[in-house]
């Protein structure tokens, strides 16, 4: 069954901290992405990655930065937890190409205190 | 700009209704590729449909079916005879064409809410 897994269902952390959310996809995609989802602000791209060491911003970079050593592995960081970084976190990817469309992770709660 | 508008946030019917939700978008390219996923309270958003901008034959599986029309620019979702387990957050996206990665482009997002 192939599937993208993020290493937290729920974390919480305290302002300032340096926090690190994982994903990991063994369908060996291309694409991998992070989102934050907030009420009534669907879906929000941060940051997404096409390939090893290759990194793009999305809509929302500020405060994060990701990290992709590894083709199944993509890496957010949060150099700096906020307040206004708590959320939910979506992890997502495909194979190269418009047609595929996104695998998605089961998301971590993320909730800085 | 490519972009997609879900107009309805939120839904609320009783059991066995039926509802549609709206999906409309806005695009220049020639080819692409339209997609819904379902989100239940668990989180996770699960893949339910994809269609391409060459075919506009409506889809139908099980109780869901899609109507697809580039004239209106639509991609419309209606749930038959509606369940409480079809109780999420329903997203429409688009591809993004501008640099064909596979990056997609979302709406907002509908809440429907089945009521038993």
């Known amino acids: 069954d192939v599937k993208v897994t993020q290493s937290s269902r729920y974390l919480v952390k305290r302002t300032g901290e340096k926090v690190f959310l994982e994903c990991v996809q063994d369908?060996?995609?291309?694409?991998m992405f992070w989102y934050r989802q907030d009420p009534g602000l669907g879906l929000r791209l941060i940051y997404f990655?096409?390939?090893?060491?290759?990194?793009e911003k999305g809509d929302i970079p500020e405060g994060y930065s990701v990290s992709r050593e590894k083709k199944e592995r993509f890496s957010l960081i949060l150099e700096s937890a906020s307040t206004n970084q708590t959320s939910m976190y979506l992890c997502?990817?495909?194979?190269?190409?418009?047609?595929?469309?996104?695998?998605f992770g089961s998301g971590t709660r993320l909730t800085v205190v | 700009a490519q972009k997609v508008t879900q107009a309805q946030t939120e839904i609320s019917v009783v059991e066995k209704e039926d509802v549609t939700l709206d999906c409309v978008y806005e695009?220049?390219?020639?080819?692409?590729?339209l997609f819904w996923y379902k989100q239940p309270p668990s989180g996770e958003l699960v893949f339910l449909i994809r269609?391409?901008?060459?075919?506009?034959q409506n889809e139908i599986s099980g109780r869901y079916s899609w109507n697809f029309q580039k004239s209106t620019s639509s991609f419309n979702f209606t749930i038959t005879a509606s369940q409480v387990v079809d109780s999420a957050v329903y997203f429409c996206?688009?591809?993004?064409?501008?640099?064909?990665?596979?990056?997609?482009?979302f709406g907002q997002g509908t809440t429907l809410q089945v009521k038993p």
């Open positions: 997502a990817s495909s194979f190269w190409g418009a047609k595929y469309g996104y695998t």
């Open positions: 369908m060996d995609h291309e694409n």
């Open positions: 990655s096409y390939d090893v060491k290759m990194k």
């Open positions: 695009t220049r390219d020639t080819t692409y590729y």
């Open positions: 269609r391409n901008s060459f075919d506009e």
């Open positions: 996206a688009l591809s993004d064409g501008s640099s064909n990665t596979g990056k997609l482009i």
